[in-house]
């Protein structure tokens, strides 16, 4: 095994220009660690935020971003026992993703499904698990009830989309441009709409014989929000997801009265990590829903390592239709 790998390393906190590919040594492995030979990381808007100092979790430079991989294990350090060298992995953690390797607690990892490729595997969980404990634990979607998807050309919006046909749900769909409504559409939603457009309540409320949708499913946040709550139905649930926008919505409490819709909020990590038996459980269930190709991501842009700066930058102009990755083989 190379004492060195490859990586793409942000070097100051001023963005994609501050990406650099170097040589990074390869450090020891602690007990229940293992090393990963990466095949493919996802990019996600967190990578993006870090290297302007911006998100939640502020690494000091230097840092490698990268949220999710998928690849091959390589080495095995003491105490680990549920994986062997040449296993298809996936991965997370909070960074060091954008590399040739990578060093994981082996509670980090998880086999990667027969049915996906490395580079659906390293941006498959993530969006897959917040879609499913948005519109099963939380929202309890079931067959026939019409959903209003906000940010569907995104990762998580994506896999809302898929997760909610799979359901049988109706739905309707968010995005920004001709080519994302079309995407969306193919992805399975019914109807997908201009979120622009300033009929967007009325036209959603047109599509529902005027009684509004049953849930709405929102990663966006903004003024776009506060629309979304009036085409909601009496008695709806509405899903805060994140905010990728920017702006973190203020919703009217009086309004939500009226129409006696709940506001619910949600966040699948840290309910997993508080909740081990919901983990389980939420584990076992996409696992099944993987093999069976649900949610399988849509990735309309592939990079190499070398161009790293430039998958963020792609990220940054909002040009990603569901998901972008960072392959080494490319």
């Known amino acids: 095994m190379a004492s060195t790998y490859r990586a793409a390393v942000c070097t100051a906190l001023t963005g ?14 602690k007990a229940g660690e293992v090393r990963i030979a990466v095949k493919a990381a996802g990019l996600n808007f967190p990578d993006l935020l870090m290297t302007y100092g911006k998100y939640q979790f502020r690494p000091d430079p230097p840092f490698i971003p990268g949220l999710e991989v998928a690849g091959t294990v390589i080495e095995i350090g003491e105490a680990v026992t549920g994986l062997s060298l040449g296993d298809r992995v996936m991965g997370g953690s909070k960074g060091n993703g954008f590399a040739e390797q990578i060093v994981l607690p082996e509670t980090a990892i998880r086999s990667l499904p027969a049915a996906l490729s490395f580079a659906e595997g390293a941006c498959w969980h993530g969006a897959a698990i917040t879609a499913w404990h948005a519109l099963n634990d939380k929202a309890a979607l079931h067959e026939g009830e019409s959903i209003l998807i906000l940010g ?4 998580v919006g994506m ?9 049988g749900a109706r739905i309707i769909a968010t995005g920004s441009s001709d080519k994302k409504r079309k995407a969306i559409e193919d992805a399975g939603a019914d109807h997908s709409l201009d979120p622009a457009d300033p009929e967007l309540a ?3 409320k047109a599509l529902t014989d005027s009684k509004g949708v049953d849930v709405v499913f929102d990663p966006v946040g903004g003024d776009l929000a506060i629309t979304a709550t009036r085409s909601i139905s009496w008695g709806g649930r509405y899903l805060i997801v994140g905010f990728a926008s920017g702006d973190i919505p203020s919703f009217p409490a009086n ?6 819709y ?3 909020g949600l966040r699948a990590g840290e309910s997993a990590r508080r909740d ?3 983990a389980k459980r939420s584990e076992q269930a996409l696992r099944s829903l993987a093999e069976q190709g649900v949610m399988r991501p849509h990735i309309s842009h592939s990079f190499a390592l070398d161009d790293a700066a430039d998958a963020l930058r792609v990220l940054e102009q909002r040009a990603v239709i569901g998901r972008a990755v960072i392959e080494m083989t490319l």
């Open 16 to 29: 994609p220009d501050s990406i650099r590919v170097e040589d990074i040594e390869a450090p020891p492995l």
């Open 152 to 155: 569907a050309s995104g990762g």
């Open 159 to 167: 896999a809302a989309v898929k997760l909610a046909k799979h359901r």
């Open 202 to 204: 009325a036209k959603v």
């Open 255 to 260: 309004h939500a009265l009226i129409k006696g």
């Open 262 to 264: 709940s506001l619910i």
């Open 276 to 278: 081990p038996e919901l």
